[in-house]
């Protein structure tokens, strides 16, 4: 199993910390579709792979979140 070097998905906004880490997972399968191909898209499949995640102080809370891990086939 070939696995590639980390990719980052973009930061995502979300009331919800699971649908903000749903929709960063979705942002870091197209940036691994992008950049290797499309046999490197699974979430799944990834290796070393981890939320960062923030909340915003604000008076509704707001998650932002980034899926990173590196995109094996």
Sequence with gaps: MGCKT???S???NALYLSQGKFRARVSWSRKARQKYGWSYRKWSKAKDKGYYVYADGTDFLV?????????CN
Aim: no cysteine; glycine share 6%; hydrophobic share 40%.
């Design 10 to 12: 973009n930061l995502k």
């Design 6 to 8: 980390n990719v980052v």
């Design 63 to 71: 998650w932002k979140v980034r899926a990173y891990g590196r995109p």
